[in-house]
């Protein structure tokens, strides 16, 4: 522990009032230092010791989890490469068959705005979904690492 001036101060006026001598004075000092130091000492490694099982417990969580975690990724993933796919190809291919159709401008203009408000609602509602569903693990996740420190602690108690 490191002992800030306030301590001292206190501790040597503490010390003044009583009878012992300067060297009984300074064994007790020392001796006080010596068991604070080895209490924190202690509770050092108790928390170090709390902090790695908690770790520990948690990374094997994210093991136990890995699989739904690999595969909301992969969703999101494939939901980002359609997105980008649908805009820079699909579409393009769409727009190029109504002009090759002949299709009047102004119909074809109304056909593509409602093709993308739909297709965009489609994808949103896909996303959340997807979300609700990774956040139910991460909050799975969560709840089971909350548990697993309750146990923790509680077992250091």
């Known amino acids: ?21 300067e060297h009984e004075k300074a064994n007790v000092i020392k ?7 080895e209490y924190n000492l202690r509770n050092t490694k108790e928390n170090l ?10 990374l094997e969580l994210i093991k136990n989890y890995k699989e739904e975690i690999r595969f909301a990724n992969n969703l999101k993933e494939d939901l980002r490469r359609e997105k980008t796919m649908f805009f820079s190809k699909h579409l393009k291919e769409v727009i190029e068959t109504i002009e090759c159709a002949k299709v009047e401008e102004e119909v074809g203009k109304k056909w593509i705005d409602d093709l993308i408000k739909s297709y965009l609602t489609s994808i949103d ?13 991460v909050n799975d996740l969560r709840q089971a690492s909350d548990r697993l420190l309750m146990e923790i602690a509680g077992s250091e108690k």
């Open 1 to 21: 522990m490191i002992f800030d001036d306030s301590f001292m101060i206190k501790l040597n006026q503490t010390l003044y009032s009583t009878n012992l001598s």
């Open 31 to 37: 001796l006080i230092k010596e068991q604070l130091d």
């Open 49 to 58: 010791q709390l902090m790695y099982d908690y770790e520990k417990h948690y």
């Open 125 to 137: 509602l896909s996303e959340a979904i997807i979300d609700t569903k990774v956040m139910q693990k």
